[in-house]
């Protein structure tokens, strides 16, 4: 019995260890590679809380707690946030929500996936009036035109660029399937 149990958990280990590499990518397979939303909410969990000062140190913004998904039938990406604002310097503690919608595209400067027209869909700052809200909104959307522009949303790895087919590059990312491809052109 005991050998049972010792043999059943080692199984599950293993089982438990494939699991967890299931979504690492190792090769380009028909020009394209695939990510799903736990790498990529893996990346992003290693890159917030973040803060992000706007008007010259004015506003501040913190960003934390960020959840990716790819919602299945849809081409782009869902992210939501914990947001705070805070003002002349201080920080504001992360009583908000911020949720965008937004394409991939790549960036070779960055080796990045970045994204690509994002669109806020919800914006809750509580205890806030509809003007210092609407105040805020702007600050928002110019914060998530600078992130899309410089920030990516998930680093390729070096090793999987040095594995580029001759003659190929990077081309089309699209959001299909619940799942981030990489098409090379």
Same mark, same amino acid.
């Given at each position: 019995?005991?050998?049972?149990?010792? *043999?059943?958990?080692?199984?599950?280990?293993?089982?438990?260890?494939?699991?967890?590499?299931?979504?690492?990518?190792?090769?380009?397979?028909?020009?394209?590679? *695939?990510?799903?939303?736990?790498?990529?909410?893996?990346?992003?969990?290693?890159?917030?809380?973040?803060?992000?000062?706007?008007?010259g140190g004015l506003v501040s913004i913190r960003l934390?707690?960020?959840?990716?998904?790819?919602?299945?039938?849809?081409?782009?990406?869902?992210?939501?946030?914990?947001?705070?604002?805070?003002?002349?310097?201080?920080?504001?503690?992360?009583?908000?929500?911020?949720?965008?919608?937004?394409?991939?595209?790549?960036?070779?400067?960055?080796?990045?996936?970045?994204?690509?027209?994002?669109?806020?869909?919800?914006?809750?700052?509580?205890?806030?009036?509809?003007?210092?809200?609407?105040?805020?909104?702007?600050?928002?959307? *110019?914060?998530?035109?600078?992130?899309?522009? *410089?920030?990516?949303?998930?680093?390729?790895?070096?090793?999987?660029?040095?594995?580029?087919?001759?003659?190929?590059?990077?081309?089309?990312?699209?959001?299909?399937?619940?799942?981030?491809?990489?098409?090379?052109?």
């Open positions: 019995m005991r050998l049972f149990r010792t *043999s059943a958990v080692a199984a599950l280990a293993a089982i438990l260890a494939a699991c967890s590499t299931l979504g690492a990518v190792t090769a380009w397979l028909n020009d394209e590679v *695939s990510f799903g939303a736990p790498q990529l909410q893996r990346y992003l969990d290693n890159r917030f809380p973040r803060d992000f000062d706007k008007l934390a707690n960020p959840r990716l998904s790819l919602p299945p039938g849809e081409h782009r990406l869902r992210l939501e946030f914990d947001m705070g604002i805070g003002a002349l310097g201080g920080q504001g503690a992360p009583t908000g929500h911020l949720a965008l919608s937004s394409g991939l595209r790549y960036d070779a400067s960055t080796q990045g996936l970045h994204l690509t027209d994002p669109e806020l869909l919800q914006f809750d700052l509580p205890g806030s009036g509809s003007l210092i809200k609407g105040g805020a909104r702007g600050v928002v959307n *110019s914060l998530l035109a600078e992130y899309a522009r *410089s920030e990516p949303v998930y680093r390729l790895d070096p090793d999987l660029l040095e594995k580029l087919p001759a003659g190929k590059r990077i081309g089309r990312v699209d959001i299909d399937r619940g799942r981030v491809v990489v098409r090379l052109q």
